[in-house]
Protein backbone atom coordinates (compact mmCIF):
# COMPACT_ATOMS: atom_id res chain seq x y z
CA UNK A 1 0.00 0.00 0.00
CA UNK A 2 2.59 2.21 0.68
CA UNK A 3 4.31 2.14 -2.69
CA UNK A 4 0.67 2.71 -4.50
CA UNK A 5 0.68 6.17 -2.50
CA UNK A 6 3.91 6.56 -3.02
CA UNK A 7 3.62 6.22 -6.64
CA UNK A 8 0.82 8.45 -6.38
CA UNK A 9 2.10 11.21 -5.01
CA UNK A 10 5.26 11.53 -7.44
CA UNK A 11 2.65 11.24 -10.12
CA UNK A 12 1.22 14.70 -8.36
CA UNK A 13 4.58 16.30 -8.70
CA UNK A 14 4.63 17.09 -12.22
CA UNK A 15 1.48 18.99 -12.15
CA UNK A 16 2.27 20.56 -8.81
CA UNK A 17 5.53 21.67 -10.88
CA UNK A 18 3.57 22.91 -13.84
CA UNK A 19 1.11 24.86 -11.76
CA UNK A 20 4.11 27.22 -9.92
CA UNK A 21 3.33 25.54 -6.44
CA UNK A 22 6.35 24.48 -5.33
CA UNK A 23 8.75 27.73 -4.97
CA UNK A 24 11.88 28.21 -3.13
CA UNK A 25 9.37 29.91 0.30
CA UNK A 26 7.36 26.99 0.29
CA UNK A 27 9.92 24.19 0.11
CA UNK A 28 11.84 26.26 2.77
CA UNK A 29 8.53 26.49 4.84
CA UNK A 30 8.10 22.60 4.75
CA UNK A 31 11.61 22.15 5.34
CA UNK A 32 11.47 24.15 8.41
CA UNK A 33 8.14 22.54 9.73
CA UNK A 34 9.62 18.82 9.25
CA UNK A 35 11.41 18.16 12.41
CA UNK A 36 7.69 19.45 13.83
CA UNK A 37 5.27 17.45 11.98
CA UNK A 38 7.55 14.31 12.69
CA UNK A 39 7.42 15.10 16.43
CA UNK A 40 3.90 15.58 16.65
CA UNK A 41 3.02 12.30 15.02
CA UNK A 42 5.06 10.38 17.57
CA UNK A 43 3.22 12.54 20.59
CA UNK A 44 0.05 11.59 18.65
CA UNK A 45 0.97 7.58 18.68
CA UNK A 46 1.77 8.22 22.27
CA UNK A 47 -1.12 9.71 23.13
CA UNK A 48 -4.01 7.51 21.29
CA UNK A 49 -2.47 4.62 22.79
CA UNK A 50 -2.73 5.84 26.49
CA UNK A 51 -5.79 7.66 26.29
CA UNK A 52 -8.87 4.91 26.82
CA UNK A 53 -11.24 4.38 23.18
CA UNK A 54 -14.21 5.87 24.31
CA UNK A 55 -12.55 9.14 25.24
CA UNK A 56 -10.23 9.17 21.62
CA UNK A 57 -14.23 8.61 19.71
CA UNK A 58 -15.59 11.23 22.38
CA UNK A 59 -13.24 14.01 21.83
CA UNK A 60 -12.95 12.46 17.40
CA UNK A 61 -17.10 12.78 17.40
CA UNK A 62 -16.51 16.03 19.02
CA UNK A 63 -14.07 17.91 16.51
CA UNK A 64 -15.86 16.71 14.08
CA UNK A 65 -19.27 17.90 14.85
CA UNK A 66 -17.53 21.53 15.60
CA UNK A 67 -16.15 21.46 11.96
CA UNK A 68 -19.03 21.16 10.43
CA UNK A 69 -20.48 23.94 12.45
CA UNK A 70 -18.16 25.68 10.81
CA UNK A 71 -18.11 24.44 7.52
CA UNK A 72 -21.96 25.22 7.30
CA UNK A 73 -21.40 28.39 8.96
CA UNK A 74 -19.51 29.27 6.19
CA UNK A 75 -21.65 28.11 3.45
CA UNK A 76 -24.36 30.05 4.62
CA UNK A 77 -22.11 33.25 5.04
CA UNK A 78 -21.17 32.82 1.43
CA UNK A 79 -24.58 32.40 0.09
CA UNK A 80 -26.12 35.10 2.03
CA UNK A 81 -23.25 37.51 0.61
CA UNK A 82 -23.95 35.88 -2.93
CA UNK A 83 -27.86 36.83 -2.42
CA UNK A 84 -27.16 40.09 -1.45
CA UNK A 85 -24.17 41.26 -3.59
CA UNK A 86 -24.72 42.58 -7.36
CA UNK A 87 -23.00 40.78 -10.34
CA UNK A 88 -20.09 44.08 -10.12
CA UNK A 89 -19.55 43.42 -6.19
CA UNK A 90 -22.17 46.44 -5.55
CA UNK A 91 -24.65 45.98 -3.09
CA UNK A 92 -28.09 45.31 -3.96
Avoid at 25 to 37: D, H
Avoid at 56 to 71: G, P, Q, T
Wanted: no cysteine; net charge positive; charged share 10%.
Amino acid sequence: MAIFFTVLNAVKLLPFFALGQFSLRNLATSAVLLPLAVATNFLGIRLVRKMPTLVFYKIAYLLVFLISLALIWQGAASIFEAATTAPHGRPV
